[in-house]
């Protein structure tokens, strides 16, 4: 089992930052990629950005945050994070980290989500 625990999620005003953190624990030699997706009200959970845990190779899934969204991570520190700049009104979702041992786009382990609330 892997347990993820998101954090860094708030109210930022249009224009601002935000940087999400999701530790990982518990059996993690078998992750393959992880991943950020995020749910608007309303809307399905959609796969924004990804990564290899061990390699670091980087994907990003929606034209619309490429350039203001960077996913890296800190295997010393088993953490994943998600900086976010220049952040828009549409932004505003339920984030959720996900960790993968098959596929790029199939997740295995979810963390309980944050909310990130992008004010215009």
């Known amino acids: 089992q892997v347990q993820l625990v998101e954090s860094g999620g708030g109210l930022v005003q249009s224009g601002g930052s935000l940087r999400l953190s999701c530790v990982v624990s518990?059996?993690?030699?078998?992750?393959?990629?992880m991943g950020w997706f995020r749910q608007a009200p309303g809307k399905e959970r959609k796969l924004v950005t990804a990564?290899?845990?061990?390699?670091?190779?980087?994907?990003y899934f929606e034209d619309s945050v490429k350039g203001r969204f960077t996913i890296s991570r800190n295997n010393a520190k088993n953490t994943l994070y998600l900086q976010m700049n220049s952040l828009k009104p549409e932004d505003t979702a339920v984030y959720y980290c996900a960790a993968s041992e098959r596929s790029l786009s199939e997740y295995d382990y979810w963390g309980q989500g944050t909310q990130v609330t992008v004010s215009s």
């Open positions: 990564i290899t845990w061990s390699g670091g190779s980087t994907y």
């Open positions: 518990g059996r993690t030699f078998g992750v393959y990629f």
